[in-house]
Nanobody, 123 residues
């Protein structure tokens, strides 16, 4: 019952857009920062974006700045990742995660992971 469920992944052409959603259940989403991480084939998992409990503070990996936007709607228990101008190197399994209050600063302290959603950017 304590879980995060991602949706919105799929196949998209380079330059296209996708919006991922992460829906929380079993806990009050507004009490926690939420991050998006990704793992590309053959690579280590990396932080992509993170949002504070209020949504007033956000963080992005350099590789996605200006292209991705994280947001949250606490009334819907949902965090979104809008991904624009997608590149083949964005291909990865994307995970949302709940963490400690410091998660967005340290890119760590995750205590709940979603199961992931696959994003494939290819012609």
């Amino acid at each position: 019952q304590l879980q995060l469920v991602e949706s919105g992944g799929g196949l998209v052409q380079p330059g296209g857009s996708l919006r991922l959603a992460c829906v929380a259940s079993g806990f009050p989403l507004n009490y926690y920062p939420i991050g998006w991480f990704r793992q590309a084939p053959g690579k280590e998992r990396e932080g992509v974006s993170c949002i504070s409990t209020s949504g007033r503070s956000t963080n992005y990996a350099d590789s996605v700045k200006g292209r991705f936007t994280i947001s949250r709607d606490n009334t819907k228990n949902t965090v979104y990742l809008q991904m624009n101008s997608l590149k083949p190197e964005d291909t990865a399994v994307y995970y949302c995660a709940r963490g400690v209050p410091e998660m967005c600063r340290i890119w760590g302290g995750v205590d709940v992971w979603g199961k992931g959603t696959l994003v494939t950017v290819s012609s």
